[in-house]
């Protein structure tokens, strides 16, 4: 069977990311391509590595015809998406790849990104879109909202470690590094190859950076207590990637076994023989999270690197692969490339 499938606010990194993996999915057949100022476009005047497939012309999002659309990817920017998404029609399948409705209380999504949130009541049936801890209520969900990418990489490290108390849960250092694709595609002084090129810098130091709201709710959750992590982000000179390094409290034999057990039957989760740690270049263009453990100097600490590409598993890879899901179609079906080399 083939599903039809609309794609708003293709003209962005993660909406090309996109159209680039279902090219090559099987059930999957890109039906509507919105955007708001590109529109009227072809794609291949947008994003020239895509003029070989035959896709729509990109449209105004409300001049989109959603009666035999089977799921949408809303990859529009924070605020934007709450918005266009109140206005879809309310049997339409939506994958929400914003911040907009992961916080699953509309005042920490207020204390976070600073406006009030325009669509409780969608907020009160969205799911967290993390597949490996979710799959049974995304299965079922209408509204699936996407992690964040550093999010992703973080909880995919110490999620299982929380769950089975193998960490001190007060001592949590995470230091991630983040290429610039991360930041979106629209035009930002900072991001300039000039001015970013030669050098990577830490930013939203001191606790500030949004994803922390996803860290204490999710952390928080599992541990049915307050868990804050220590977080510092970085921006590299990179297009693509995440290497995230978390200092914890703990063996780093038990440590290394939880990990392994938590995701022996997770297709997309591979932990890294003990003492091996991981480089974004053997994730990069891939649905892939490496996780690698190591012994620190210090007696009782414990090291653990993970890596991912911030585009894929950790934005629209991990999109299509709730969209699987939601369709009951093979979870990994578009998904198991091999990553780019070199």
């Given amino acids: 069977m083939t599903y039809s499938i609309a794609i708003l606010g293709a003209s962005g990194y993660t909406g090309a990311e996109l159209i680039r993996l279902i090219a090559g999915h099987a059930q999957l057949k890109i039906e ?7 529109a009227g476009q072809p794609i291949k005047q947008v994003f020239p590595h895509l003029r070989h497939l035959d896709l ?18 809303c990859a529009l920017p924070h605020k934007t998406s709450q918005e266009v998404i109140s206005k879809l029609p309310n049997d339409l399948k939506i994958i929400d790849l914003s911040a907009d409705f ?27 879109g993390l597949t490996e801890f979710y799959r049974d209520q995304i299965a079922t969900a209408r509204l699936v909202a996407g992690t964040g990418c550093n999010a992703a990489t973080g909880q995919f490290m110490l999620r299982p470690l929380i769950q089975s108390a193998a960490i001190d849960l ?41 994803h922390l709201g996803e860290f204490d ?24 990637g995440i290497l995230a390094t978390a200092y914890v409290k703990g063996d780093p034999t038990k440590i ?31 649905n892939f999270c490496h996780i690698g453990v190591v012994a620190d100097r210090l007696p009782g600490r414990t090291i653990i690197v993970g890596a991912l590409d911030n585009l894929t598993k950790g934005s629209s890879g991990q999109a299509l692969q709730n969209a699987n899901v939601m369709l009951g179609i093979e979870e990994t079906e578009g998904l198991m490339m091999v990553p780019f080399f070199p």
Avoid at 32 to 38: D, N, P, T
Wanted: proline share 5%; glycine share 6%.
């Fill in 170 to 210: 007060d001592d949590i250092i995470l230091d991630l590094k983040c290429a610039v694709s991360g930041a979106g595609r629209s035009l930002k002084e900072n991001l300039l190859h000039a001015e970013l090129s030669e050098g990577y810098h830490a930013y939203a130091v001191g606790g500030t950076h949004r």
């Fill in 217 to 240: 709710q999710e952390f928080s959750k599992i541990a049915g207590r307050s868990v804050h992590v220590q977080f510092t982000p970085h921006l590299i000179p990179a297009n693509r």
């Fill in 56 to 73: 729509p012309v990109l449209m105004q999002i409300d001049e989109i015809d959603f009666a035999n659309i089977d799921l949408c990817f």
């Fill in 102 to 128: 992961r916080l699953s209380d509309p005042d920490d999504y207020k204390k976070w990104y600073g406006n009030d949130h325009a669509a409780k009541d969608l907020q009160k049936e969205a799911v967290y």
């Fill in 32 to 38: 509507a391509l919105g955007a708001f100022s590109k």
């Fill in 256 to 286: 290394h076994d939880v990990l392994v057990s938590a995701y022996a039957s997770e297709p997309f989760v591979e932990v890294l023989p003990l003492g091996d740690t991981p480089q974004t270049r053997d994730t990069r263009g891939s």
